[in-house]
Structures are given as structure tokens and as C-alpha cells.
């Protein structure tokens, strides 16, 4: 796929490029708009579906209530101390170590999730032009569209032009 950038000032303009770019037939999801401050009127590259904040937050508590139990259960099982019959741990200790867990897990798939979402586990090279960043970071609107046809590049990079991109790589 071929990547094309369009360095904006105005975020109006920018809007008007990426609504000329999805009547030509370019995905939503092909086009990312890269920006310092925010702009609502554009809508941001990923839907609000797809979101999904709370459902790895939900996941990591089983997975830290799982972590607790099997925790606790396994330290019962490996020492092997006479303690009579009774347990080793009991219910309550072995529920605040479920509980601790199950919150350190929602902690960290909500962090994993953040993550993700903010993009900042992704690694394109494309996106790594220092100058592209510098202008972003000084108030600048950056669209990355990915074209999956070759012949959409030139009309894509004549919408840019004529939107007012001042940078079109």
C-alpha cells in the first residue's frame, strides 16, 4: 500500500479533503488524521464502536481473580505444612488476594487498552518523517491516507492540493 500525507493549517480545509477522499471510494479506516490539538469537527481515524476500553478491563480482572485464586490454591498445594486438615490460607485472606488481583488486572488491561488506542503501539514507518512531527507539533494537521489502488494516488494527491495542503508527500 501507498501512503500519501497532506500537511494542513486550517482543520476546515482538512475536513473537506477527507470528505472529497471518502466520496472517491477511500475507507475510513485508510485515513488517519494526525493532530496536536483537538479538532471535533474531523472525525478521527477508529470508530467509537470500536472502543473497547472496558472490555479489557473486564478481562483482565478475571484474568487477576483467576491469578489470585490459582495464587492462593497453588501456595496451599507446594507447602506442605500439617496444618491439621484445615487450610493453609483461609477464604478470607484468599479473597483479598483475589480482589487485589482482579483490580491489578482491570489496571492494566485499561492501560493496555489506552494504549492501543492512542496508537502509541504501533510502529509504521511511514509515519516516522521528523519533519511530518514537527509540523504536527507545531499546530499542523497531518492526513495519512493508505491507498490500495494505484490509480487513486494522483486524484488523491490533486484533492489534497486543492483542499490547501501545503505538503503533500
Not at 486550517?10 to 479538532?39: F, S
Request: charged content about 15%; glycine content about 14%.
Amino acid at each position: 500500500m501507498i501512503t500519501i500525507f497532506g500537511l494542513f493549517v486550517h482543520p476546515t480545509d482538512a475536513l473537506c479533503a477527507v470528505q472529497r477522499i471518502e466520496r472517491l471510494g477511500v475507507e475510513q479506516k485508510n485515513i488517519e488524521v494526525l493532530t496536536a490539538a483537538p479538532y471535533h469537527e474531523i472525525r478521527v481515524t477508529g470508530d467509537a464502536g470500536e472502543r473497547t476500553i472496558s472490555r479489557y478491563a473486564v478481562a483482565g480482572g478475571i484474568i487477576g481473580t483467576l491469578s489470585g485464586a490459582a495464587l492462593a490454591a497453588g501456595t496451599a498445594a507446594i507447602v506442605h505444612l500439617p496444618t491439621g486438615g484445615m487450610p493453609i490460607v483461609s477464604l478470607g485472606p484468599v479473597g483479598i488476594i483475589m480482589f487485589a488481583l482482579a483490580g491489578l488486572g482491570a489496571v492494566t488491561g485499561t492501560v493496555f487498552s489506552t494504549v492501543r488506542a492512542a496508537g502509541l503501539a504501533r510502529f509504521k514507518p511511514s509515519h516516522d518523517d521528523s519533519g511530518l512531527m514537527l509540523e504536527v507539533a507545531k499546530g499542523g494537521l497531518l492526513l495519512a491516507i493508505e491507498c490500495g489502488k494505484d490509480l487513486w494516488v494522483q486524484p488523491i494527491k490533486q484533492i489534497l492540493c486543492d483542499a490547501g495542503a501545503y505538503d503533500v508527500k
